[in-house]
């Protein structure tokens, strides 16, 4: 699975939107880029996937580049609850199903100011 | 509906000693994955399984873990001669199906700790 590069941490005020970006330079064409958001004491959560076109759902917007190199994952309001640990992971996929796991990195820190 | 379950929620035990962890999917769900987390990581991957058997066992780090999940349903993590290395957040995760775009669930997590 490629590697992905997120900030270590960020800030957003309340009620604006959080723009979370991820580099994954080396994505290949059968990847697909997933992001998970973990609270304080709380199991990872999901929260979107996509190939190559944009995404969106009742939680966030996933954004990424048309060469696919990196994405943004947009909170259009955040609120106190969104602080959490996101994390951006890129996963292959294929019928053999070998690529199940989930490969997290160290995350960005949102932390969403009243 | 119910989430995936976790427990227990914290267990503290002593260097040398042998501890399970238990894991409760939800309903019909064939997958079930665990991962490990230290303290300022991201989850790590230890093993999933699809049914019964162990599908990928590739992230247990050594022989002194094993898991089982004997009917395709609750798993059980084993630990033995537990070192004050395996302190860390154990987490449980569960999916409909092991493939294409499917969604993992986590459980709050056991908090192991060795002293």
Known sequence: DAKTTQPTSMDCAEGRAANLPCNHSTISGNEYVYWYRQIHSQGPQYIIHGLKNNETNEMASLIITEDRKSSTLILPHATLRDTAVYYCIVRSWNYGGATNKLIFGTGTLLAVQP | GAGVSQTPSNKVTEKGK??????????????????????????????????????????????????????????????????????????????????????????????????
């Open chain 2, 18 to 115: 042998y501890v399970e962890l238990r894991c409760d999917p939800i309903s019909g769900h064939t997958a079930l994955y665990w991962y490990r987390q230290s303290l300022g990581q991201g989850p790590e991957f230890l093993i999933y399984f699809q049914g019964t058997g162990a599908a990928d066992d590739s992230g247990l780090p050594n022989d002194r873990f094993f898991a089982v999940r004997p009917e395709g349903s609750v798993s059980t993590l084993k630990i033995q001669r537990t070192e004050r290395g395996d302190s860390a957040v154990y987490l449980c995760a569960s999916s409909l199906v092991a493939g294409f775009e499917e969604t993992q669930y986590f459980g709050p997590g056991t908090r192991l700790l060795v002293l």
